[in-house]
């Protein structure tokens, strides 16, 4: 059941007759109450430029239930907003730019810029302000993910803003409006045809300008455009200078999490064009005030461009001594491009810097930098108790693997088999499991090898299995060499192997069997729970 | 078809002897208050339809318009409102000088008692009551 007041405005809404256009005006002149309200909701439903007009005239009094309702109205009230904004009344004109902004009205762009462009106008300067503000919102709309599923509407309003600029920009020589430049910068692609057209020629009217904005504007969008041009195959010397020397915070950023990335040959080519960055040598962004993972980017992005070494290095040596961990790290892996006393000294003291990560990267280096004494204190770190450092000095020392050794086994002397021998334990991890598999290796003299090694590195107990299969061999002098070296591990299952050994066919195999036994006597036999807790 | 209505015209061949009668010489010739009847005819039908294609306009609220008494009508209808109370609805607009007559219906202060002109105070119960019915 409608009230009579509901019942009026309803008629008043839907009525043909104009006049209700006057009979709602004189309502609207209220100062508040429900008839204000009841009356604007009607002015706002009928479609009469006049009537809203008179609405947008009084939008500054408005409160939030009163704008709300305005701004529901966007289709309808977009007549009298291109009037509002061609008027040369400053209250409507000024009302009316709140009301595009907030209604994001892209269709009255090219009327705003048209305004912008005289700048006789007493609202051209108003007029520019809107421009680039509607296309810093376009922009965001453009990038934001929930518009990328459904873009077609942004994609819509870009073309109609997009070409209002250009056309702008085909002017700029009489207006000078920096902010159109800016606003076209703002919706323009990194592959727009004017956009590169412009960078590309120092005479064009715009060039100035543009640079002008590319090197100053810390709008998110300007600093990806800038970004993005990188990665184009023919980026403009222009932009590549621009992005050489700006040193503000939000640039680098931004230019650091691209080299974060997956790097496109494009970009990586860009980015060997560019021979100096100015916030390597700014006092107020030092590298080591960076946060950890920009610090870890900025080296990568060193890395990828065409800056100096001697530029580079003294950078990674700001880092390393006092960059983040990670960035101190990331800085020690790459001085591995480096060669020379001062970067090898670099290096020593990174073994010693108190996070494992730089540790192990100056760890693995050390070998390759031939620095005199480092085999001492690569055999220290292997002992590290941080097991990163400890696998990058066995990294560091992945020459004195088990198989190196087997192969070298018979060209080296007694003493060094001894040395290399125990090095090769605490170096190749896999080497118990290689000797293993060495015991079933094809002929007898690797067989016999590996019950030398077995000896000779003390780990008869572990290769207990393979040595009382050897007691089996074919070859009579292996077969005496495995009960020789069981005599190390004189245990019941042991001895009971080597008392059927004595039996052997072999006299030789014999006497090496007897010979264990005799060993065996002068210990005293473990029990079988003492032998299991010794094997465990 | 052709030959039935050949067949019918040729059927009635004893009257077209009367045929042009009043354009020969020899007829009586034609005044023009022969024509008084036919041209009043004419005009009586020509007013009644303009006055019911007017009256229809006064009533049709779909026309587009931009009439003040037709939608003071309109507003008076939808509210139904009999004749009385128009009446006196229009009195109170042309009392405050109103330049739309509608204007009453979304301006609950002119009914206020204290505001009546003296020409309405004593219709002021109407009014009011009128006030509680629109507002």
């Known amino acids: ?536 | 078809m052709d030959a039935l209505s050949t067949g019918s015209l040729l059927a009635q061949f004893t009257k077209w002897e009367r045929l042009g009668d009043g354009f020969r010489r020899t007829g009586p010739p034609l005044e023009l208050v022969d024509f008084i009847p036919h041209i009043v005819g004419i005009l009586l039908v020509g007013g009644i339809v303009a006055a019911i294609i007017t009256y229809r306009r006064r009533n049709d609220l779909n026309r587009p318009c931009t009439d003040s008494q037709k939608l003071f009508r309109e507003l008076c209808l939808a509210h139904d409102l009999d004749s009385g109370t128009q009446k006196l609805l229009g009195q109170l607009a042309n009392a405050f000088q109103l330049a739309q007559p509608a204007e009453v219906f979304v301006s609950p202060q002119l009914f206020s008692t204290e505001r009546l002109p003296e020409s309405l105070r004593a219709e002021a119960a109407l009014i009011a009551e009128l006030r509680k019915r629109l507002f």
């Not at chain 1, 001062?342 to 010693?352: C, D, G, K, M, S």
């Not at chain 1, 002397?413 to 991890?429: L, N, Y």
């Open chain 1, 1 to 536: 059941m409608k009230t009579p007041t509901e019942l009026t405005f309803e008629v008043l809404a839907n009525s043909r007759n104009e006049s209700a256009n006057e009979v709602l005006l004189a309502a609207f002149q209220q100062e508040s109450g429900p008839l204000f309200v009841e009356s604007l909701k009607t002015i706002l439903a009928r479609r009469n430029k006049g009537a809203h007009t008179a609405a947008l005239l009084r939008w500054h009094e408005f409160g939030e239930q009163e704008r709300s309702l305005v701004l529901k109205a966007r289709s309808r009230i977009s007549g009298a907003l291109r009037d509002a904004v061609l008027s040369n009344d400053a209250l409507l004109f000024a009302n009316a730019c709140q009301v595009i902004e907030l209604l994001e009205d892209y269709d009255l762009v090219p009327n705003l810029v048209t305004l912008a462009e005289h700048n006789t106008n007493p609202h051209a300067n108003d007029a520019a302000a809107l421009v680039l503000r509607l296309s810093a919102q376009l922009s965001t709309k453009l990038q934001s993910p929930a518009m990328q599923n459904d873009s077609r509407d942004a994609k819509v309003f870009r073309k109609v803003v997009l070409d209002s600029l250009r056309r702008s920009l085909d002017r700029y020589r009489y207006h000078k409006r920096a902010e159109l430049l800016e606003s076209f910068t703002l919706v323009c692609g990194a592959d727009d045809e004017l956009l590169l057209t412009i960078l590309d020629d120092p005479h064009h009217p715009c060039f100035k300008g543009m640079s002008q904005v590319l090197a100053s504007s810390s709008h998110p969008t300007v600093l990806n455009l800038l970004v993005d041009i990188l990665h184009q195959e023919k980026a403009p010397a222009t932009v590549l200078s621009i992005v050489s020397h700006r040193s503000d915070r939000k640039f680098i950023s931004r230019l650091l999490d691209v080299c974060g990335r997956k790097r496109v040959p494009a970009l990586s080519r860009n980015l060997k064009r560019l021979r100096t960055f100015s916030w390597l040598n700014a006092t107020t962004h030092r590298l080591s005030t960076f946060s950890e993972t920009d610090q870890v980017k900025s080296v990568h992005l060193l890395r990828a461009s065409g800056v100096s070494p001697e530029s580079v290095l003294n950078a990674l040596e700001e880092l390393l001594l006092s960059g983040e961990p990670a960035g101190r790290a990331a800085a020690c892996e790459a001085l591995a491009e480096f060669s020379g006393d001062h970067t090898n000294h670099l290096i020593l003291q990174a073994v010693y810097d108190t996070a494992p990560p730089v540790q192990a990267a100056a760890t693995r280096q050390l070998r390759d930098r031939h620095i005199p004494g480092t085999m001492p204190l690569l055999s220290d770190l292997l002992d590290c108790p941080h097991e990163e450092v400890r696998a990058a000095a066995r990294e560091a020392l992945s020459e004195f693997s088990f198989e190196n050794f087997v192969k070298n086994y018979d060209s080296l002397s007694e003493e060094a088999r001894q040395t290399t021998g125990s090095f090769v334990q605490r170096v190749d991890e896999e080497y118990l499991s290689l000797l293993k598999a060495e015991f079933a290796a094809q002929g007898v003299k690797p067989r016999l090898r590996a019950i030398e090694i077995a000896t000779l590195l003390e780990v008869v107990p572990f290769v207990v299995e393979e040595l009382l299969t050897l007691l089996s061999d074919q070859d009579h002098v292996v077969r005496a060499a495995a009960a020789e070296a069981l005599k190390y591990w004189p245990v019941p299952e042991v001895q009971a192997a080597l008392e059927v050994a004595a039996y052997d066919r072999s006299g030789t195999v014999q006497n090496a069997a007897r010979s264990s036994l005799a060993v065996f006597t002068s210990f005293e036999l473990p029990t079988t729970s003492a032998h299991a807790e010794v094997q465990r």
